[in-house]
Structures are given as C-alpha cells and as structure tokens.
C-alpha cells in the first residue's frame, strides 16, 4: 500500500476481502475485524432465542458435572467412615447423587446438541443463502474481475470455517466457560489458600492466550486467503481442461497448484506452531499447579490441616480445571479462522452493484414493435481512472431498425451493445428506450425488453426444453416448440434421443456449439423483447446452419429493433444500416448498400470487397 495514500482506512478497504493482504495496518485489521464481527452478529442476532435455551442447558449441565467430585469428597469423608461404622445411609446418597448427576448431565448434553445443532445449521443456511443472492444481484463489472473461483471459495471452505466454529468451536467454550468459572468458585470453597494459588497461575495463561489471539489472528487470516487462491487456481483448470490437454498445460498448471500448495502449507504450519505454543504453556501450567496442589495438600493432609476428601476433590476438579482451557484454545482456533472466513465473505457481502434498480421506476410506452434506442452525449470508461473506451457520441436507432455494428477487435462494438443492455451506465450521458433513461427503468422490465445473444450463451443442466422456456418462464410447450422453429432449431432437437426433453449435461456439454447458439436464439425469441441484441451471436454456427438462422432473423427481427455484431458479412448484410466503429468512434453510417457502393470507398467497402475475394 502506497504510503501518499491519503485514503481513509475504511474507504480504502471496503468491499475488500483480504484475499493476499498478509501486512495490514492496525486500522485495516480493526476494520475488517470489526466488519466480520458485525456479520456474524447479524447471523446470530434473529436466532438469540435458541442460542439462549442452548447456554441454559450448558449451564445446566455443568452444574451437574460440578457436583460430582463434591459427592465423592463427601462420600470418602463422611459417607465411607459411616458405612464402617454400620450406617451406610450417607453413602448410599453419595453413590445415588453422583448417579443422578450423571444421568441428568448426559441428557442435558443431549438436548444441548440437538438445540446447538439446529442453531448453528440455520446460521449457516442463512448465510449461505445470502452470499449466493447477493452475487447474482452484484454487477458484470464486479464478476469480471472477481472470479467465480473466489465466490466458490466463500460458499464453500469459508462457510466451512464457520461450520467448524459453531459446530465444535461454540459448544467447547460454552462448556470450557462454565467449568472454569464453576471450578474456580469451588476450589476458593473447598480451600482458599490453595484456591488462590491455583487462580494466580491463571497470570500466564491469560499473557498467552492474549497472544495467542492475536498471532492466529494473523496466521487464519493469511491460510484463507492462501486456500482461496487454490481454488481458484483448480476451478479455472477444470473450466478450461480442453485448452489444457490441447497445448500440454499440465506441468505447468502442476508447477503453479504445488507453489501455491507450498503457501498454503506454510500458512497452516504457522497457524499450528501458535496453537501448539499455547496448548503446551496451557498444559505446562496445569501439570505445575497439578504438582504443588499435591505436595503441599499431601503435607497439609498428614498434618491434619486439611481432610483426605477435601484434597481428593480439589485434585478432581483441578484437573477438569485446566482441561477445559484447551477447549477454549480450541474455540480461539476455531474462532479465529472463522473470523478470517468471515472479513472475507463480508468483503463479498459489503460490494455493492454499479447498477442499481432505481427507486422509482419509470414505466415505458407501450408499443407493438420495437422501441427506439438513444445515445445521448454518452462517454464511458470501465473505471475513473481507466481510459476512455468510447469517446462522447450521439446515436440515434430507430424503433424497428436492424442496425449492425462492425469493426476490428476491441473497437468498442460490444462495449455500445453492454450500453443497450444496462451491464454498464454510461460514464457521461445517457442511453434511453423509448425515449426513457436506462437508468430509470426496472431492472425486471429492462429484461422483458432487451434480450442479449452472445457468442458463448450459458446453457444449464437440464432438458432442452427447459433452456428455451428461461426466455420465459411459464410458456407452454407449443410456445417452446414454436419458438424452436421460429430459429430453424426443431429440426436437431426432434432429432435428439429425447427431443425437447433431453438432458443437455453440464454447460450444454452434449450438443455441438452450434446446437447450442440455436437454443440460445430459441430462448431470446420466446422472451418477446422489443430490443434483441446479438453479440458475435453467428459466429458459432457453419455455413448451413448460419443460413438457416438467418432466414429466420429476417423474418423475426422486422418487428423488433435490433443490434447486431459481426465479424461475418452475410450476417451483417440482412441489416437496415451499418455502423462501422473504429477506436470507440463512429467513421461510417448508412445502409449496407449505400456504404458499398460509396464513390470513394470506405472501411465497410473494403471489408466487403475482402469478404468478396474470400469467397471466390
């Protein structure tokens, strides 16, 4: 972090997950801390109820198990001289208590984890829940530079942290808690002086603990963002395994996977060279108290200051006192890495979409054909401190015009049709429908009218059929079929094992790219949008296919306005008009014809005359 940056902490850090951030500054820490704090407060907050029935059952519980080892000092001092004696009424209840603690304690734990578990599955429910709807309300521009690796890694090894934590981490401190605060009052109750003793070896501990929290902090923080990067890593592999096995990528890939691996290792062994550090100044504590508990009780016995029962108890309950101090640096451990899990979901949570549903939503004409898009002094760059992609332009696109949009690579062609479609707001200016600002239109009503077809149109596990009806969600069966073969796709599907109703596997996996195209044109038509966009949409399909479609966009798109982006001429040439864009400006304008046979030839000629020889 650049030391002239005058940014204020929580501004330079909002929305940041802290994926590889391993030396942050004190106000950076606090502010992610405390930003995870707030979420898991949130989580906890609706749900204080059953967290409350479940501290009352520890509570409960343990006071039970604190009973135990009081018996057995009663029974040795008083129940076993008695039963010697002839009376064995003393003993018997001491044997009958200690029974009845014991059955009570094991059922009390019983429902403890029946309410726990219910507590702690419908946290992570709701969490998951909200990590999964806010990314898909989150903009193209966020999951653009965000990777889906990333949001897998926080559903999944993050929420998992989490899981670890209220699974295990929060029944061992609310046991460990109790007891040690229980212990701690009857050992000042059985003996003072030794109590006092024992509590003063507490010192150390807490010197420890304090350092423990804040060096595993650290480490949990680092191991999370080290696991994030593996799976990232694993999930753009598996995603592009063809390219992969076709250029031999494997080494290479196993070169990248066993140096983050590498990362991910030291991380964790830092992680647990801290938990150990702790556990063994814990237990070397214990074992110490342990020691002089005994031999200065031992001497205190047989002086007769202090009764055998008493030392025995005492023994007993230190014992119970220090074990549960590894639990709670189990819970710190468990607490800490879900902390660092929770800086890092809050980040995802605390991201906000760059294009917002408005307020008040203005409604749009109702028209039968298409609608008129405008570009009014429009600029737009990716980011403030990017440059401009598209220099300030008017447009002007008449309701029911198919318009075509041509030009080199990164021209700025689909950066005007993610303009039209809203995955962008214009950096100045404005694009309006129907004479309406983009941004004043509902997000639901934007998507009725202007549908987008791209080059690589996602299709989702799931039958034919049911990919062509996301169009529109409730068509009928005639409506999907009709739809097929408004695009010339019914011919292949009837010809599949199942028809409408194949499965179509994973992203589509079992039709041919140009199979696909067909059903995602399918899908966009049955939608019934007043404003079609096509992205390289035809560049997919061969030559028979390509005509096929065409034919059918002649007839599809006259009642539509539409965008069209094309590499291929014999797409571009059943347009209306043609926009030839160079370096994010507009050079030519008019209708294929006009632009062709210009007197002193043009960019559209020329391409046109290229295309011409290719086909010669």
């Excluded at 018997?92 to 702690?120: D, E, H, I, P």
């Excluded at 080494?251 to 290792?265: K, V």
């Excluded at 309406?436 to 987008?452: F, I, K």
Aim: aromatic share 6%; hydrophobic share 45%.
């Amino acid at each position: 972090m650049s030391t002239t940056d005058t940014t204020a902490p929580e501004e330079r850090w909002r929305g940041v997950a802290a994926e590889d951030v391993d030396d942050v500054d004190a106000a950076v820490g606090a502010r992610l801390h405390e930003r995870s704090r707030v979420l898991l407060s949130s989580l906890v907050r609706p749900r204080l109820g059953a967290g409350l029935l479940a501290l009352a059952l520890v509570i409960a519980e343990n006071v039970l198990t604190l009973v135990g080892p009081l018996v057995i000092a009663i029974a040795i001092d008083s129940g076993i001289p008695s039963a010697v004696d002839g009376d064995t009424t003393v003993l018997a209840w001491c044997v009958g208590g200690y029974l009845a603690s014991g059955l009570g304690s094991a059922a009390l734990r019983f429902a403890f984890l029946k309410v726990s578990g219910r507590f702690g599955q419908d946290i992570l429910l709701d969490l998951r829940q909200r990590i999964f709807t806010h990314a898909q309300r989150l903009s193209i521009s966020f999951h653009e530079k965000y990777t889906s690796g990333k949001v897998i890694s926080r559903l999944t090894s993050d929420v998992d942290s989490l899981h670890d934590l209220l699974e295990d981490g929060l029944d061992g401190l609310l046991t460990a808690l109790f007891s040690v605060v229980g212990i701690a009052v009857m050992l000042l109750v059985l003996d003072l002086p030794m109590g006092l003793m024992i509590l003063a070896g507490l010192i150390p501990v807490l010197a420890v603990t304090r350092w423990f929290y804040r060096r595993s902090r650290l480490a949990y923080r680092n191991t999370r963002g080290a696991i994030a990067t593996i799976i990232v890593q694993f999930v753009e592999t598996m995603n592009g395994m063809r390219a992969v096995q076709a250029f031999r990528r494997e080494p290479r890939n196993d070169t990248i996977l066993a140096t983050l691996n590498d990362r991910f290792r030291g991380a964790n062994k830092t992680a647990l060279d801290v938990m150990a550090t702790y556990t063994m100044t814990v237990r070397l504590v214990g074992n110490l108290s342990l020691a002089l508990v005994l031999g200065i009780g031992a001497v205190r016995v047989i002086g007769g200051d202090l009764e055998l029962g008493v030392l025995t108890a005492f023994t007993l309950y230190l014992r119970r006192f220090y074990d549960p101090l590894d639990e709670l640096a189990m819970f710190a451990n468990s607490y800490t890495s879900a902390i660092a899990a929770l800086e890092k979901i809050s980040g995802l949570l605390e991201e906000n979409p760059t294009v917002v549903d408005p307020g008040s939503p203005q409604a749009l004409p109702p028209v039968e054909s298409g609608r008129a898009v405008t570009f009014s002094q429009v600029e737009f760059r990716y980011a403030d401190d990017s440059p401009v992609v598209l220099p300030t332009f008017d447009l002007t696109i008449p309701a029911g015009q198919t318009v075509a949009l041509v030009g080199a690579t990164g021209a700025g062609k689909s950066t005007i049709a993610k303009l039209v479609a809203r995955f962008y707001d214009p950096s100045a200016g404005e694009v309006a429908l129907s004479g309406v600002d983009l941004r004043q239109v509902a997000d639901e009503e934007l998507r009725r009218n202007v549908v987008t077809v791209t080059q690589e149109n996602f299709l989702f596990a799931g039958s034919v059929a049911d990919n062509i009806a996301l169009g529109r969600p409730g068509a009928t069966r005639p409506e999907i079929e009709a739809a097929a073969a408004a695009v010339g796709a019914d011919e292949f599907v009837l010809g599949l094992p199942d028809g409408f109703d194949t499965d179509v596997s994973k992203r589509g996996g079992r039709l041919s790219a140009g199979q696909r195209q067909l059903v995602a044109f399918a899908r966009a038509f049955l939608a019934g949008p007043s404003v079609l966009v096509l992205d390289e949409a035809t560049s997919s399909l061969d030559v028979p296919t390509e005509r096929a479609v065409q034919r059918a966009l002649e007839s599809v798109l006259a009642q539509r306005t539409a965008l069209i982006i094309a590499h291929r001429l014999s797409t571009v040439l059943i347009a209306d008009r043609v926009l030839v864009v160079e370096g994010g400006r507009i050079v030519e304008d008019g209708s294929p014809a006009d632009l062709i046979a210009h007197p002193s030839g043009g960019r559209f000629a020329a391409l046109h005359q290229t295309w011409l020889e290719s086909l010669a």
